[in-house]
């Protein structure tokens, strides 16, 4: 028997805490990318039905339309600055959106739409999901585990054998930097 130590290894190690000790509901990227189960194309990082399913359950009281043009936001890039997109989504996400809707007889009403319930945790969906791959431009990039709210990435993991001299923090960083881009 053998006594090594794979990167898969530390990956369901990883997987197992999630679920076990954070409530983490965790699927495999190429089920949810293909086949019966299939909720998203390679090119797509929003899990768009998730999405939609905790904007309606969160912001209930606000008309379908509204919750719509929310989520439509949230899926539009504004800027062509990585870092301009990033701060305007962490306003979105952190503040709220902002949206006007008609409620009769001429008159409109702003409320917020949320995208996660900071109040009530059992509202939100948390999920990891291990070997996403993601295709933009041809180039197939694939994290080992991402963490989800309500269909939102937010965390990209990426693991390193600890026994293997070469993967070390500096290899795991340059590997994270190439999926930035």
Do not use: C
Not at 2 to 16: G, H, P, V
Not at 112 to 124: A, G, P
């Amino acid at each position: 028997m053998s006594n090594a130590l794979y990167e898969s290894d530390i990956e369901q190690l990883a997987l197992e805490i999630l679920k076990d000790e954070h409530d983490y509901k965790i699927l495999y990227g190429p089920d949810i990318s293909e086949g019966k189960y299939k909720e998203r194309e390679y090119t797509e990082v929003i899990l768009q039905g998730r999405l939609k399913k905790a904007v309606d359950t969160i912001n209930d009281s606000i008309p379908d339309d509204a919750r719509e043009e929310a989520i439509k936001k949230v899926l539009r890039t504004f800027s062509v600055s990585m870092m301009e997109n990033n701060e305007s989504f962490h306003r979105i996400l952190t503040e709220g959106i902002d949206i006007k809707f008609n409620v009769g007889e001429g008159k409109s009403r702003t409320e917020k739409v949320w995208l996660i319930d900071f109040t009530n945790y059992d509202n939100n969906e948390f999920l990891a999901v291990n070997q996403f791959t993601i295709v933009e431009n041809h180039n197939h990039k694939r994290p080992d585990i991402v963490l989800f709210i309500n269909g939102i990435p937010l965390i990209v993991i990426e693991l390193k054998n600890p026994i293997d001299e070469n993967a070390d923090v500096k290899a795991a960083f340059n590997q994270l930097q190439t999926y930035k881009q």
